[in-house]
């Protein structure tokens, strides 16, 4: 099952649709008032935005002002941490993420995932990228979906002889692209990453970057980083959190911002957004 | 080394061709603590030598005493209708076949019991669930095994192993079941830490691909953790064998046996053999070889769970997926 098949058809939206109604549809996930809680304190609170087709969104802001985690709500990754909660709206494609008839597991074969550290299995780089089509069972022409990914994401001619080989031979850049390969060979229809290149050196990061770029004709991508200078590289809108310090003195994530990169890094609106990205803060 | 003081020294040992330290430079810290460290290395060293040393001895005397038994026995009395060492009958079958019989009633048991639980605990339970019967399972590993003797003999017995077949009271199969219920929290603790040494983001990647929390355990958790299972299962098994308490109550045939295969009949195992032999030292010194019979038993069960413990290793290094 693809993605486009729950994707509201625009054809079936008929003649009346306007250039706003389109615009509407290009967005790929809405969020309105988001809030996590881990047990009684809210991780992160209140945050809206749209995240459009085709796309990379990007998340920054210091450490702890919750970018990970709202991520992680965006395929229901959250739903494994027992004490996470999570509140408010989370629309994709205008179903609610949250309601009661939506499988979480549904949710991710739709919605992929690259993590902070690259986390293949302990397998052979094949079993790595068969794993997902596999489970899903659509597995009909195995070999030709994995040589795809992988070509896509520009590992196959550097492991096209050595597909037997265990995933842990690859050096961190190449396992960092075979899991990028492995999230792409379930077709999904975004891609989430979790601070995908800080484990990694600059010329692996580069070719990462490189390969975002390439991936977004086909997928939408939600990105989050420390990195401010990959966000202004890569991405096309922008979110600023940061870190709210309760009387109590729990810490709590806020959206600050969410515009154009370009905007975002040239003429922010709001003080902190510019305190951050000038580096006087964080 | 930057100083001007220091460099001024080595200029002048170099000229000397001398390597001893200079007054000004303190290096030779406090010799005390360095004859305390020595003493520390020195008895931890003695500790891990005599660990060696006691094993070393008692393996040289087993192997002593087997060769003499080996060399004084008549070769027709280790294949004969039974066990019996104080008439002189030592027919190896009877317990080797008693031992692997009760050893596999028990993995039986133990084998889905304990992983089950392993995989419950690690995988599905919640922390507060874990958190409570992790150390109950802990804790039911440490029953002495008299009490599951007499749990064998008086409850399992009668109510599983009669209900269902007509069975001997004493029986081998009453025996495996409760060695089974013995080994198995061992299994389970073992197993469960295996399983909890899989990273956390070995699931993570699964469950991001779709992957439901059953197919995250087969296809992911289980492979990377094969080495402690078999492990685990090693370590149960080599218990099982070595289980005597359990054996000796419920599986009768104190004095000896006839060689038996039917788990519904009394039967004799290796350890339980070697158990009735040493009950009063009289009797064990009473006939002639059956006090050396006792080393050579006990050698052959060094040798099975060597052996075990061989081919786990093996196997291991074969299907093992290294995270």
């Not at chain 2, 069975?167 to 061992?186: E, K, Q, R, S």
């Not at chain 2, 064998?241 to 519904?264: D, F, K, R, Y």
Request: aromatic residues 6%; neutral net charge; contains cysteine.
């Amino acid at each position: 099952m693809t993605a486009a098949e729950t994707r509201p058809d625009p054809e079936s939206v008929g003649a009346a649709a306007t250039p706003q109604r389109q615009g509407r549809e290009e967005v790929v996930f809405h969020l309105d008032g988001l809030s996590v809680h881990y047990g009684e304190f809210p991780a992160v609170k209140g945050v809206g935005l749209d995240v459009r087709r085709n796309e990379i969104t990007a998340l920054i802001g210091p450490s702890g002002c919750g970018k990970s985690t709202v991520l992680r709500s965006l395929n229901r990754m959250n739903d494994l941490i027992e004490i996470a909660k999570v509140s408010g709206l989370v629309e994709y494609h205008g179903v609610d993420l949250y309601g009661p008839a939506v499988d979480p597991v549904e949710v991710r074969r739709q919605i992929g995932m690259v993590f902070q550290k690259p986390n293949p299995f302990p397998k052979s780089i094949y079993d790595n990228v068969a794993f997902g089509p596999r489970i899903a069972k659509t597995d009909d022409d195995l070999d030709g979906l994995v040589e795809q990914s992988l070509r896509r994401a520009v590992l196959w001619d550097e492991v096209r002889d050595k597909l037997d080989q265990s995933a842990y031979a690859l050096s961190g850049g190449q396992q960092q692209r075979l899991c990028i390969a492995r999230a792409i060979a379930t077709s999904p229809d975004v891609l989430l990453m979790d601070e995908p290149c800080s484990a990694l050196d600059p010329i692996a990061t580069l070719r990462i970057e490189e390969l975002m770029v390439e991936l977004k004709s086909d997928y939408s991508i939600v990105i989050v980083t420390h990195n401010m200078q990959q966000a202004a590289r890569v991405s096309d809108r922008t979110a600023f959190f940061t870190v709210d310090e309760s009387v109590t003195g729990h810490r709590t994530g806020i959206l600050v911002e969410f515009d154009q990169t370009g905007k975002i890094f040239t003429n922010p609106s709001n003080p902190k957004t510019e305190d951050y990205i000038t580096g006087r803060f964080g | 080394m930057g100083r001007p003081v220091s460099r001024r020294h080595s200029i002048a040992e170099a000229a000397h061709g001398g390597r001893g330290l200079s007054a000004s430079v303190m290096l030779a810290g406090d010799p005390r603590r360095r004859r305390k460290e020595a003493r520390v290395r020195g008895f931890l060293f003695a500790a891990a030598a005599a660990t060696v040393l006691v094993g070393v001895a008692i393996v040289l005397a087993l192997i002593g005493e087997a060769w003499n038994f080996v060399t004084q026995v008549e070769f027709s009395k280790l294949w004969s209708l039974g066990w019996f060492p104080r008439r002189d009958f030592f027919d190896v079958r009877t317990i080797v076949l008693g031992t692997i019989i009760i050893a596999g009633i028990a993995m039986v048991v133990a084998t889905p019991l304990g992983l089950g639980a392993a995989i419950y605990l690690s995988e599905y339970a919640s922390p507060r669930t874990r958190r409570i019967l992790k150390p109950i399972v802990e804790i039911l590993a440490g029953i002495p095994s008299v009490v599951l003797g007499y749990f064998a003999l008086t409850w399992i017995s009668p109510n599983v192993v009669q209900r269902l077949f007509t069975a001997n009271t004493f029986n081998m199969a009453a025996a495996g079941i409760g060695v089974g219920v013995l080994v198995t929290p061992l299994v389970a603790a073992v197993t469960e830490d295996a399983l909890r040494a899989v990273p956390v983001s070995l699931r993570e990647a699964s469950y991001g691909l779709g992957a439901r929390r059953g197919e995250t355990v087969r296809k992911v958790v289980l492979p990377a953790a094969v080495s402690g299972i078999v492990a685990a299962l090693i370590l149960g098994v080599s218990r099982a064998i070595g289980e005597t308490m359990v054996v000796a109550m419920a599986a009768g045939a104190t004095g000896g046996s006839l060689l038996q295969l039917n788990p519904l009949e009394p039967g004799q195992t290796m350890t339980a053999a070697m158990t009735a032999l040493a009950i009063g030292s009289d009797q064990v010194a009473g006939s002639g070889l059956a006090f050396q019979s006792l080393f050579f038993v006990g050698l052959l069960l060094f040798a099975m769970t060597l052996i075990l413990n061989v081919i786990g290793d093996r196997f291991v290094r074969r299907v093992r997926e290294k995270y």
